[in-house]
């Protein structure tokens, strides 16, 4: 079973690229009304000049201006309601879809490869879903906001156009040289929103590293240490940041000057044609009104697009990490093969795995079985390789060469998820999720646990007191204000283990915070799981394990010897050099042991 460690040969991204065109497509009915009301307003707005203009001429003739009054300030109730209306639809559609996307980009990293998890960071990642997302959000906004800016535009110029064409002309050219003047900027701004949401995954990454160490830092008063690290990225952040607002801040104010520049245009030009006669007063304030309605919608247009440029940089970096391809499903089978009767549980033939950036083979070669039942052992110094092999066994991680053979079948032809379904695991950190006890106890079971088998389990491991004190007992939230110390994390987790459906059950040094007396017990949980499933224990205090039915000697990441214990005390110096070792630290002869 020849694999790649990174992406496995049939693996492909598990979600689509982010486009926004074909997401705002999802709904269609409430944007487009959204726009209608806006276009409503937009008309409101156009019809007020065009009643200032009446209430002027009705003045200089001497006329009631009672209906034009009347008609304006309908038209700007009317305006200001439609335009409320339609903000809220389009703020609604954005966050529809900001929450879909979050979900997408979510459900695709918690299917990513483990190691492309780990060289992402947690950081990075997190980024995706917290500051690219409000980045996205602003796309939906401003992606709405262009199109009703750009119609109010139209829209105005060709009702300035039918009131003076040469004042219409001349406020184009002015805001035509605003515009050539911003493209080569936004382009520029777009850069660096791509280097700021960067730096802020950075910053995320380290500081979430150091929170989770910070028993550690605080240990060895290493806060000074800790602390320039995070000002170093911090100032990295603060910098890019700087350079985006003095983008942010030229923008607007070569905006402004081009309005202003166009508005002395447009007096100049008009004071002129009114004293040579070919423009009345009436129509140079109507146009004036125009062009003041003009400007913030020119405006608009620009800043939207320094907007969007910083949308669509959120979105590049959220299409980057979907495009990375998820845990491959399956690489032979379509069927879920059944586990094969009487077949060893785990089976490695010349295995060899190098971790991504080592130097050196984590596994050389290496050859094992696990029977079908029963308790085998994984034995050796640290770094030899043994927990690798557990992760090798759940597909978290593929071999560089050598077959792997699960339950009669080779590893790459169970899909993905059936295969786990066989496999229950307790890593070294005894990993509990935010979630209830009743949650964290029925991770992967098929079928919803009893109250009274979830004490039954909790009573095996000596836990059902203390899960009795919690403030909901079964239903206590766990990862906040209320956690277990390290000892009931553990055993909750064998817990777990105990209530599974697994054929196979993998124990990553499961009994480094367990006394003596806990031992024993952990030894009564193993040897009621190895009765109908194999139970794999990677483990180092060789007192748990040496009753084992199967004790693989591992070193240098292969194999030194196996058999029983007895059989490897008689025939291994090896593992009766890592015997007195222990004997010697725990002070007491374990050859004897019962």
Same mark, same amino acid.
């Given at each position: 079973?020849?694999?790649?460690?990174?992406?496995?040969?049939?693996?492909?991204?598990?979600?689509?690229?982010?486009?926004?065109?074909?997401?705002?497509?999802?709904?269609?009915?409430?944007?487009?009304?959204?726009?209608?009301?806006?276009?409503?307003?937009?008309?409101?707005?156009?019809?007020?000049?065009?009643?200032?203009?009446?209430?002027?001429?009705?003045?200089?003739?001497?006329?009631?201006?009672?209906?034009?009054?009347?008609?304006?300030?309908?038209?700007?109730?009317?305006?200001?309601?439609?335009?409320?209306?339609?903000?809220?639809?389009?703020?609604?559609?954005?966050?529809?879809?900001? &929450?879909?996307?979050?979900?997408?980009?979510?459900?695709?990293?918690?299917?990513?490869?483990?190691?492309?998890?780990?060289? %992402?960071?947690?950081?990075?990642?997190?980024?995706?879903?917290?500051?690219?997302?409000?980045?996205?959000?602003?796309?939906?906004?401003? +992606?709405?906001?262009?199109?009703?800016?750009?119609?109010?535009?139209?829209?105005?110029?060709?009702?300035?156009?039918?009131?003076?064409?040469?004042?219409?002309?001349?406020?184009?050219?002015?805001?035509?040289?605003? !515009?050539?003047?911003?493209?080569?900027?936004?382009?520029?701004?777009?850069?660096?929103?791509?280097?700021?949401?960067?730096?802020?995954?950075?910053?995320? %990454?380290?500081?979430?590293?150091?929170?989770?160490?910070?028993?550690?830092?605080?240990? &060895?008063?290493?806060?000074?240490?800790?602390?320039?690290?995070?000002?170093?990225?911090?100032?990295?952040?603060?910098?890019?940041?700087?350079?985006?607002?003095?983008?942010?801040?030229?923008?607007?104010?070569?905006?402004?000057?081009?309005?202003?520049?166009?508005?002395?245009?447009?007096?100049?030009?008009?004071?002129?044609?009114?004293?040579?006669?070919?423009?009345?007063?009436?129509?140079?304030?109507?146009?004036?009104? &125009?062009?003041?309605?003009?400007?913030?919608?020119?405006?608009?247009?620009?800043?939207?697009?320094?907007?969007?440029?910083?949308?669509?940089?959120?979105?590049?970096?959220?299409?980057?990490?979907?495009?990375?391809?998820?845990?491959?499903?399956?690489?032979?089978?379509?069927?879920?093969?059944?586990?094969?009767?009487?077949?060893?549980?785990?089976?490695?033939?010349?295995?060899?795995?190098?971790?991504?950036?080592?130097?050196?083979?984590?596994?050389?070669?290496?050859?094992? !079985?696990?029977?079908?039942?029963?308790?085998?052992?994984?034995?050796?110094?640290?770094?030899?390789?043994?927990?690798?092999?557990?992760?090798?066994?759940?597909?978290?991680?593929?071999?560089?060469?050598?077959?792997?053979?699960?339950?009669?079948?080779?590893?790459?032809?169970?899909?993905?998820?059936?295969?786990?379904?066989?496999?229950?695991?307790?890593?070294?950190?005894?990993?509990?999720?935010?979630?209830?006890?009743?949650?964290?106890?029925?991770?992967?079971?098929?079928?919803?646990?009893?109250?009274?088998?979830?004490?039954?389990?909790?009573?095996?491991?000596?836990?059902?007191?203390?899960?009795?004190?919690?403030?909901?007992?079964?239903?206590?939230?766990?990862?906040?204000?209320?956690?277990?110390?390290?000892?009931?994390?553990?055993?909750?987790?064998?817990?777990?283990?105990?209530?599974?459906?697994?054929?196979?059950?993998?124990?990553?040094?499961?009994?480094?915070?367990?006394?003596?007396?806990?031992?024993?017990?952990?030894?009564?949980?193993?040897?009621?799981?190895?009765?109908?499933?194999?139970?794999?224990?990677?483990?180092?205090?060789?007192?748990?394990?040496?009753?084992?039915?199967?004790?693989?000697?591992?070193?240098?990441? +292969?194999?030194?010897?196996?058999?029983?214990?007895?059989?490897?005390?008689?025939?291994?110096?090896?593992?009766?050099?890592?015997?007195?070792?222990?004997?010697?630290?725990?002070?007491?002869?374990?050859?004897?042991?019962?």
């Amino acid at each position: 079973m020849k694999q790649k460690q990174s992406t496995p040969a049939t693996g492909r991204p598990s979600a689509g690229r982010i486009r926004i065109r074909r997401e705002l497509a999802t709904a269609p009915a409430p944007l487009a009304f959204a726009l209608l009301l806006a276009v409503a307003a937009t008309g409101a707005a156009l019809a007020v000049p065009l009643l200032v203009r009446e209430v002027i001429t009705d003045v200089t003739l001497g006329e009631s201006i009672t209906t034009a009054i009347v008609w304006m300030c309908a038209a700007a109730v009317g305006g200001a309601l439609t335009q409320a209306c339609a903000g809220f639809l389009i703020a609604r559609v954005g966050e529809q879809m900001i &929450y879909r996307l979050r979900n997408r980009i979510m459900a695709h990293t918690l299917r990513l490869p483990l190691a492309t998890v780990r060289a %992402q960071g947690t950081g990075h990642l997190t980024a995706r879903v917290t500051s690219d997302a409000l980045q996205l959000r602003q796309v939906v906004d401003v +992606g709405t906001q262009v199109p009703i800016a750009g119609l109010t535009v139209l829209l105005t110029l060709v009702v300035m156009i039918w009131v003076d064409w040469l004042l219409t002309l001349v406020t184009v050219l002015a805001l035509a040289i605003v !515009t050539v003047t911003l493209t080569t900027l936004l382009r520029r701004l777009r850069t660096n929103v791509m280097s700021q949401q960067n730096a802020i995954g950075r910053i995320a %990454q380290r500081f979430t590293a150091h929170l989770d160490a910070l028993t550690t830092i605080k240990t &060895y008063r290493a806060e000074p240490l800790v602390s320039r690290a995070l000002d170093s990225d911090a100032g990295d952040l603060r910098d890019e940041s700087l350079t985006g607002a003095r983008l942010q801040a030229v923008i607007p104010a070569i905006t402004q000057l081009g309005n202003q520049f166009a508005i002395i245009a447009v007096i100049f030009t008009g004071a002129a044609r009114i004293h040579s006669g070919d423009l009345s007063v009436a129509d140079f304030a109507a146009f004036f009104l &125009y062009l003041l309605q003009t400007i913030p919608s020119a405006t608009t247009l620009t800043s939207s697009l320094g907007r969007i440029q910083a949308g669509l940089a959120a979105r590049d970096r959220c299409n980057e990490l979907l495009d990375i391809p998820g845990e491959a499903a399956t690489s032979h089978a379509v069927d879920a093969p059944l586990p094969a009767p009487k077949a060893p549980s785990v089976a490695f033939s010349d295995v060899s795995f190098t971790h991504p950036g080592a130097s050196s083979p984590a596994l050389r070669g290496l050859s094992l !079985t696990a029977p079908a039942t029963g308790l085998t052992a994984i034995v050796g110094p640290s770094g030899a390789g043994k927990s690798t092999v557990l992760s090798l066994i759940g597909r978290f991680m593929h071999p560089d060469r050598g077959d792997i053979r699960v339950l009669g079948h080779d590893a790459a032809a169970w899909p993905l998820d059936e295969l786990r379904s066989h496999i229950a695991f307790v890593d070294q950190k005894f990993t509990l999720l935010e979630a209830t006890v009743r949650e964290n106890l029925q991770l992967g079971r098929a079928t919803a646990a009893t109250d009274r088998e979830l004490h039954d389990a909790l009573k095996a491991v000596d836990l059902s007191a203390d899960i009795a004190a919690l403030p909901q007992g079964l239903d206590t939230l766990l990862g906040r204000e209320t956690d277990l110390s390290g000892g009931q994390r553990q055993r909750m987790a064998l817990a777990r283990a105990l209530l599974s459906d697994a054929d196979i059950v993998l124990l990553d040094e499961p009994t480094s915070q367990l006394d003596g007396i806990n031992e024993q017990r952990f030894r009564t949980v193993v040897d009621e799981l190895a009765k109908n499933r194999s139970v794999i224990v990677v483990a180092h205090r060789l007192s748990t394990v040496h009753h084992a039915h199967h004790v693989v000697l591992m070193e240098s990441g +292969g194999v030194v010897d196996s058999g029983d214990h007895d059989t490897l005390m008689r025939r291994c110096s090896a593992y009766r050099e890592l015997v007195a070792t222990q004997t010697l630290r725990a002070g007491a002869d374990l050859t004897t042991v019962a």
